[in-house]
């Protein structure tokens, strides 16, 4: 059956030889929209199968509107642009789009981006199903499982943290009752959480819980799931403590409500709570409601189940072996909360055969993560093989990836297996992909898509199974943009993205870091060595733009040269010149332009690029979008930030 594209443009011209190239190669032209809102009617009737969108539309609404809507509605879609305006097209971005269409458009381009597209599209509702056949499943076990009632809603928020973030939950089972029907968990490791007595309002950090008597109030009236990200969260709390409704709770950035239905009435629910922003998206919702009438089964097993609370007066700390323990992440340090989202992301991805992008500066632990990754999955016990794409000379690439047959160049006397083969059955890492020649990158997405590889030199395709996964420390949209990396393959690769954010974000895990580093030198050098609160304090203030390998090599040094069992002080590396992120260490007084920039440029992150509307940098600082702009131009501040 042919695939109905929808497009949306306002030349003609253009729009006339889109639907000319694509008829040709088969595809149904569902309709040609010159506006968004005849895009919308048009759709009304029934879905495309992806819509082919210009940014720039006359009228008042623009293709990134439309996107938005596209986005709630599942329908993947291709941006068309001749604009490359930075600021616009990460407005663009933010939208999530399964590709770009440079115009003026090639016709091999265009090909490309839509298979591409429809090929992301297809892996992210494959993906999604299975995530609700997973979750389903584990629901279900829990259901049936015989336990004590806080037994089994402990299950229940481990079995959750796989596929949902969040650092607190308040899982309500009953809202006509008492708060002892109240269970609160703060997650404080990638296993481990704290359930807290429901008459403590405080959390572990001092942070102050939600009202949960107004919270019930105000929710009941919700019947669906909703979910609150940053700025709107902040607003949300603020308007309703204003009512005198909720109680703001300092800290956390993003909230996903869950109210579940007995007798078609709210009679329990579900409250999850992140410190990240924009930790929700409408995928969590979708996944709720796949299973919201089995995790109201489940609240009303644990009705039904033997009350073992005994009000605790301390928080109670569970942390025992279980389905969701998992060794292999075991020698991955540190709990941060950007860390457990990067670790719930490899648990969720790990069972399938997802191609997988991870993203980070040098020295964060992109490869750790990797090889993770693969004793998760299934593939575990079948070759994990490396190839470092910046260490090889070009010549060498292509048949380092791919093989070469016996005589294929001067010096190949013998046919050679490439990593392609090498890897077949298990994983194929491609660390610093965004060093790969331009000339491979080509072959490298043919062998992606068409899963089979030809050797340097050889006639016959032949078949591969491998998993790519994909590690880079650069920015690829950057490497885009300047012409060294190429749009399709990013695509192609960015299915299942995950970040891991550099040291000096993510502070809290230093101490854990260092202990453990502290504990593998002294075992090697036979020394028990630990550090002082002066020592500590001074990993604390550094930047770290080595990241945790420079920490492993800091300790290791200081370890060696010991004199006693414990280190005073360390000797640290100088700043080099622009790697300061401490702000505090920065002596200079900063001029009102300085600080004015610093302050749009932390609006511009918060907001991810976003100027004008909802949610929008302009909206956060109460200036006008075109104000904004100005302001931006004036100081000279791109988007994404260079
Ligand atoms: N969370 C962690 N826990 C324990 N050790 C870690 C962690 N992260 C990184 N390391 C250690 O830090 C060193 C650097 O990590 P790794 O090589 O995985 O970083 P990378 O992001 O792949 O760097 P590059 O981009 O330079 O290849 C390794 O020795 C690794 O064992």
């Not at 929209?33 to 940014?55: G, Q, R, T, Y």
């Not at 068409?450 to 395709?461: A, F, N, P, S």
């Not at 100005?630 to 791109?638: A, V």
């Amino acid at each position: 059956m042919s695939l109905k594209v929808l497009i949306v443009e306002d030349q003609f011209l253009e729009a006339d030889s889109l639907s000319i190239i694509l008829k040709k190669e088969g595809y149904e032209i569902y309709g040609i929209a010159k506006s968004v809102e005849e895009a919308i009617e048009l759709m009304e009737k029934n879905k495309p199968d992806v819509v082919l969108v210009d940014v720039f539309l006359k009228g008042n609404l623009s293709g990134i509107d439309l996107a938005r809507t596209l986005d709630k509605k599942n329908i993947p879609f291709i941006y068309l642009t001749a604009n490359s305006n930075s600021i616009t097209m990460e407005e663009a971005l933010a939208t999530k789009p399964f590709g770009f269409l440079i115009k003026p458009f090639r016709e091999r381009e265009i090909l490309m981006a839509l298979n591409i597209a429809i090929y992301r599209h297809r892996k992210g509702v494959e993906f999604t199903s299975s995530q609700q056949h997973w979750l389903s499943q584990l629901l279900q076990d829990i259901k049936e499982m015989n336990g004590a009632k806080s037994e089994k809603v402990q299950s229940l928020v481990k079995a959750l943290t796989s596929f949902l973030p969040f650092d607190f939950v308040v899982v309500d089972t009953d809202i006509n009752k008492p708060e002892s029907a109240v269970y609160r968990y703060q997650r404080i490791g990638f296993d481990e959480y704290l359930l807290f007595d429901s008459s403590r309002d405080l959390d572990s950090n001092g942070q102050q819980w939600p009202s949960l008597m107004e919270t019930r109030k105000k929710n009941r009236e919700k019947r669906t799931p909703f979910y609150l990200n940053g700025v709107r969260y902040r607003e949300h709390c603020k308007t309703n403590a204003a009512e005198g409704k909720i109680m703001e709770i300092k800290g956390f950035e993003s909230m996903l409500w869950a109210p579940l239905l007995k007798h078609w009435d709210v009679d329990m629910s579900l409250a999850f709570y992140c410190y990240n922003t924009d930790a929700y998206s409408s995928e969590h919702i979708e996944l709720i409601e796949s299973v919201q009438e089995l995790l109201a089964a489940v609240i009303d097993s644990v009705r039904k189940s033997e009350d073992d609370r005994h009000s605790p007066q301390k928080p109670l700390r569970t942390k025992h072996p279980g389905q969701l323990l998992k060794p292999e992440l075991e020698g991955i340090i540190g709990r941060s909360p950007k860390m457990l989202e990067a670790l719930d992301k490899v648990s969720q991805v790990a069972p399938f055969d997802n191609t997988v992008l991870v993203m980070g500066e040098t020295g964060v632990g992109k490869e750790g993560l990797v090889k993770a990754l693969h004793q998760l999955s299934n593939r575990r016990g079948k070759p994990f093989v490396k190839v470092n794409c910046a260490a090889m000379p070009v010549s060498l690439v292509e048949s380092e990836l791919f093989g070469h047959e016996k005589g294929a160049f001067t010096g190949s006397v013998e046919t050679r297996l490439g990593k392609f083969e090498l890897a077949n059955g298990g994983t194929l890492f491609l660390d610093e992909i965004g060093e790969l020649p331009l000339e491979v990158q080509s072959k490298l997405l043919r062998a992606i898509q068409e899963k089979e590889i030809e050797r340097v030199g050889g006639r016959t395709t032949i078949k591969t199974d491998v998993r790519i996964i994909a590690a880079t420390n650069r920015d690829l949209l950057q490497e885009i943009a300047d012409g060294n990396f190429r749009l399709d393959l990013y695509y192609r690769l960015n299915v299942f993205p995950i970040t891991l954010v550099p040291l000096r974000e993510r502070k809290q895990d230093i101490p854990a870091l260092a202990s453990h580093f502290l504990k593998i030198m002294g075992k090697a050098s036979g020394k028990d060595i630990t550090l002082s609160a002066s020592a500590l304090k001074q990993l604390h203030n550094y930047s770290w733009p080595g990241n945790i390998r420079e920490l492993q090599h800091l300790i290791e040094r200081h370890v060696l040269l010991a004199k006693s069992s414990v280190i005073d002080s360390f000797e640290m590396p100088e700043q080099l010149p622009g790697a300061s992120f401490s702000q505090s260490s920065d002596p200079k007084i900063k001029t009102f332009d300085e600080m004015d920039k610093e302050h749009i440029i932390s609006a511009l992150r918060r907001c991810n690029g976003k100027i004008s509307g909802q949610g929008g940098a302009g909206h956060l600082l109460q200036l006008r979008p075109t104000t904004l702009r100005s302001k931006m131009k004036r100081l000279g501040i791109t988007w994404p930030i260079k």
